[in-house]
């Protein structure tokens, strides 16, 4: 690792990754207390609608990107408000996106290498420019999170109660969507749009198997989501297999581990007798 | 708050969603410290006035009071024990922190509780007998044991005003008098007042001072005896209805009064449905 940090797209390449880590691994844990892996999974899809747009005109992929998956989350927190309706609006939103996908691949220039980098990510090659603008993007979206943590919490675990005490649940869904947006931009660089989940949904389901403490769950999460990454770069440099399969082995392998271990370190904080008759 | 203004005050208030009149013409006033039940068929609104006097909800006539004021959403003199929801069992959220959430869940930030909401957390886990699971996850609880996490979240920040929404529901009987049990020892210690949504009065007939029945658009309020009548559910329901008193516990036939359970032979205790 030493002598590799010599080259230049090492360093941004960690640099990205890290940056992406960390923001992915916190905004996980909200992610999955508001079961929103599919809204993840179809903003990254429309984000590669975005990607091949931006690219069949003439514009870097990472703006047609970012457009796209603020478009996304816009238009999911427009269309459905509740759970249920929300399936039914990402389902129909993503899958007009992908069909426009496919039409502006096709009309592109540069289709392989492009589609490819957009569907699997490129984390190796990585501008200083790229890192710049991920550097921006992620402690804008970490400062954002920061700010709105405690009532997104109290919204997302016990919407009812939130409501009642004054939580804008509204207006924090619609912040959490475009600051889910920025988080999605930066995953789909280091492990592309089929593979967002891997850093997005991964590290905090392993995370929160292995502790029901908020704030351990928090570290866990961004210690998963960080050796994944980097573990996933240093392999990959190596064998000159891809980034993203090596990210989404670590990442599942640490899930697979915590549904082994969790039992065991959860019963210390478990009630003896939680479904015994005495139980209250 | 002028010290004598009630609690809580209707004044020919009415509300309809959807087209649909759920009560109309509420006037009633519930002085400081008195427990109240809501009582109601499915559908009667009765959490539409809980959702009323959370300022969540507009009335669509007349006047409510909270405290001598509109109602106005978060307001901390309000604790609200909601209806019961599912927590998925894996969510990283611990009894303790359901709790913390009735008291700085609000505030803007992601710092760390203080100490002193860590104490007055940890003095209501205890009050609510929730030590024993405080540490644990919420969605590994019993609805028993969630019950109890949520009555502490509900008081952990002292309110003047408690709002139950079937609180009891799907609990045995047991842990049902233990829940109601805790909420009128505290309306009785801090001098709360309680309304408490609920579609079995039996359990709640030790506690309550006066019952409010809605029920088709019409309502009924006063003390259990007076209002749990043939005569009152009679002319409420619209259709003949009969009430029986079985060892100091109410059966209400004929009406549809129970809901969604089916009776079995051991609830004879609770209203009853019979066509």
């Given at each position: 690792?030493?002598?590799?940090?010599?080259?230049?797209?090492?360093?941004?390449?960690?640099?990205?990754?890290?940056?992406?880590?960390?923001?992915?691994?916190?905004?996980?844990?909200?992610?999955?207390?508001?079961?929103?892996?599919?809204?993840?999974?179809?903003?990254?899809?429309?984000?590669?609608?975005?990607a091949t747009g931006a690219v069949a005109i003439g514009l870097p992929p990472a703006v047609g990107l970012l457009a796209a998956t603020f478009a996304a989350a816009l238009a999911i927190g427009g269309l459905g408000v509740r759970l249920r309706e929300r399936d039914v609006a990402i389902g129909s939103v993503l899958a007009f996106g992908l069909g426009l996908g496919i039409l502006f691949l096709t009309l592109s220039p540069r289709y392989a290498t492009e589609a490819y980098s957009i569907l699997f990510g490129s984390i190796l090659a990585v501008s200083r420019q790229d890192v710049i603008r991920s550097a921006v993007t992620g402690v804008v979206a970490l400062l954002a999170l920061a700010a709105i943590?405690?009532?997104?919490?109290?919204?997302?675990?016990?919407?009812?109660?939130?409501?009642?005490r004054g939580v804008p649940i509204k207006l924090l869904s619609a912040v959490f969507?475009?600051?889910?947006?920025?988080?999605?931009?930066?995953?789909?660089?280091?492990?592309?749009?089929?593979?967002?989940?891997?850093l997005l949904i991964v590290p905090a389901g392993a995370a929160q198997r292995l502790t029901a403490h908020p704030g351990r769950a928090l570290a866990y999460s961004v210690l998963i989501a960080l050796a994944s990454t980097l573990g996933g770069l240093v392999c990959a440099i190596y064998t000159s297999w891809p980034v993203s399969f090596f990210v989404s082995g670590f990442s599942f392998a640490a899930y697979l581990l915590a549904r082994l271990c969790g039992p065991a370190l959860m019963r210390g904080s478990a009630p003896s007798g939680t479904n015994s008759q005495t139980a209250l | 708050m002028t010290p004598d203004s009630p609690a809580i005050r209707l004044d020919h208030a009415s509300l309809s969603l959807g087209g649909r009149i759920l009560w109309d013409d509420v006037s009633f006033g519930v002085p400081r410290g008195e427990f109240v039940a809501v009582l109601g068929p499915n559908g009667s609104g009765k959490t539409s006035l809980l959702r009323v006097l959370l300022g969540l909800q507009a009335v669509s006539r007349g006047d409510v009071r909270v405290r001598g004021r509109a109602p106005r959403r978060g307001n901390p003199a309000i604790g609200y024990v909601p209806q019961q929801r599912a927590f998925d069992p894996d969510l990283s959220v611990r009894a303790r922190d359901l709790v913390t959430f009735g008291l700085d869940g609000h505030r803007w930030g992601f710092s760390l509780s203080t100490r002193e909401t860590r104490r007055r957390v940890s003095e209501m886990l205890v009050r609510v007998g929730a030590e024993r699971f405080a540490e644990s996850p919420i969605g590994r609880l019993s609805g028993g044991e969630q019950q109890r996490v949520r009555i502490a979240q509900s008081l952990v920040g002292d309110p003047e005003i408690l709002l139950c929404d079937e609180p009891l529901l799907s609990l045995d009987l047991n842990s049902q008098q233990a829940i109601v049990e805790l909420i009128a020892d505290w309306s009785r210690d801090r001098g709360a007042t309680v309304m408490f949504v609920t579609h079995d009065i039996n359990p709640l007939l030790g506690a309550v001072d006066r019952v409010l029945l809605l029920a088709g658009g019409r309502w009924a309020v006063g003390k259990a005896d007076q209002v749990l009548t043939a005569e009152t559910l009679s002319h409420l329901y619209g259709s003949p209805v009969d009430v029986l008193r079985v060892h100091g516990r109410v059966v209400v036939l004929g009406a549809e009064f129970c809901g969604h359970e089916p009776v079995h032979a051991h609830q004879l205790a609770r209203p009853v449905t019979r066509r």
């Open positions: 690792m030493t002598s590799l940090w010599h080259y230049a797209f090492v360093q941004q390449a960690v640099l990205a990754g890290v940056i992406t880590a960390i923001l992915a691994g916190c905004v996980g844990l909200i992610v999955t207390a508001r079961n929103m892996s599919f809204a993840v999974h179809g903003m990254a899809e429309v984000g590669f609608t975005g943590y405690r009532p997104l919490r109290f919204a997302s675990v016990d919407p009812d109660v939130a409501e009642a969507l475009l600051i889910l947006a920025l988080a999605v931009t930066e995953a789909v660089q280091v492990v592309g749009v089929l593979l967002v989940l891997t | -």
